[in-house]
């Protein structure tokens, strides 16, 4: 291999690694679950956007429901379609330790009294409860459930 070459590929593996976000595990976790509920919902690669966007609120129906999709695959909807704090606490004791994970616990519990489903909305529980999460990532820079 020519050396310029070679040095060139060090660089590139370098910059590379020292500038790649290295996701957490229930990051890991909600991209397949997001991947896995765009089946049904057939988000566009821009909608689907909204998983990781911690500080945006869903623009559309189609946002809605691949939150809430997310939400009920991972436990923060229960089978009975409400809001569920135990589902949540589970992510945030994955996610989150110390003053983190009693802080996480503290919104978690909050938005449980203020995400509500709205009748004849479809998918409004899942907006309702990024609206509610994305406030709180606004105000709290390490919450992002």
Do not use: W
């Amino acid at each position: 291999m020519n050396p310029t070459v070679a040095i060139i590929s060090i660089f590139f593996v370098a910059y590379t690694q020292a500038h790649t976000k290295e996701l957490h595990a229930t990051e890991v976790y909600k991209l397949k679950v997001r991947d896995e509920c765009n089946k049904d919902i057939k988000a566009t690669p821009e909608q689907s956007e909204i998983v990781s966007k911690f500080k945006e609120v869903p623009k559309d129906e189609t946002e809605k429901c691949l939150l809430e999709c997310i939400y009920i695959k991972t436990g923060g909807i229960d089978a009975d379609g409400k809001y569920s704090v135990e589902g949540f606490n589970k992510l945030i004791d994955m996610k989150y330790k110390g003053d983190e994970n009693t802080n996480a616990k503290k919104i978690n519990t909050d938005c449980a009294k203020k995400a509500v489903s709205k009748e004849g909305e479809k998918c409004s529980l899942g907006g309702s409860i990024r609206e509610c999460f994305a406030a709180a990532a606004k105000e709290n820079d390490f919450f992002t459930i």
